[in-house]
């Protein structure tokens, strides 16, 4: 068997939506590794959105991209996630994050909930039925810990009849391991 984390867990969850989708959300792009995943997953004609407000980060996923022929088919942003709907008019298939700080670079800029829960108040507002948002979330240190308790706050209060929520993590591992929301989109808004 595949030896599994949340980060890997969260490719398997999203890749069979992955097969039809026209619009996929890399919402905090860092090293392009999900970027890469979602570019090779998606059909030829889709557009892949991959944002990030670090030009450091948005330079290696280019390289990444272009070193295996994907470059055309994504959309690097150099601006906040909090400002996807600007960017992306459209329904959104699916999207993922991977919170915290970019690995190799600055451990001082980092997602912030505000900006996060903005980002996932849009893009779950524009996905389609069926569509699916994963989130990895680390509260293994003390900014990671106060982001994923907002996190997980606000994905507990969304409506059942409209979303599914689920969240997955190691369970025999040292020192608090990454959980992973899942969010899938059940039904049209049904707020009255
Ligand atoms: N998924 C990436 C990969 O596969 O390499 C790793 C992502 S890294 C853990 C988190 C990234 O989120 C960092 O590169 C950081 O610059 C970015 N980030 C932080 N705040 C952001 C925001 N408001 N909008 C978009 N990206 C943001």
Excluded at 77 to 106: C, E, Q, R, W
Aim: proline share 4%; aromatic share 8%.
């Amino acid at each position: 068997m595949e030896v599994v984390n949340a980060l890997r867990m969260a490719q398997i969850l999203i890749r069979a939506r992955l097969k039809t989708a026209r619009c996929v959300v890399d919402a905090t792009a860092g090293n392009g590794k999900d970027t890469l995943f979602i570019a090779a997953n998606t059909p030829a004609d889709s557009t892949v959105w991959a944002f990030d407000i670090q030009e450091q980060a948005l330079r290696k996923t280019r390289e990444l991209l272009f070193q295996n022929g994907f470059d055309s088919k994504v959309r690097l942003i150099n601006d906040s996630h909090a400002k996807v709907s600007y960017y992306i008019g459209t329904a959104i298939d699916a999207a993922m994050f991977n919170l915290g700080y970019l690995p190799g670079g600055s451990h001082a800029i980092n997602t912030q909930p505000e900006n996060t829960i903005a980002a996932l108040s849009q893009i779950l507002s524009q996905l389609v039925i069926s569509g699916i948002v994963t989130i990895v979330a680390y509260p293994g240190y003390e900014h990671g810990l106060t982001e994923m308790a907002e996190v997980s706050y606000f994905l507990n209060q969304l409506p059942q009849k409209e979303y599914c929520v689920a969240c997955w993590s190691m369970v025999n591992q040292i020192n608090h391991p990454p959980l992973l929301y899942i969010v899938e989109r059940v039904s049209e808004n049904t707020q009255p």
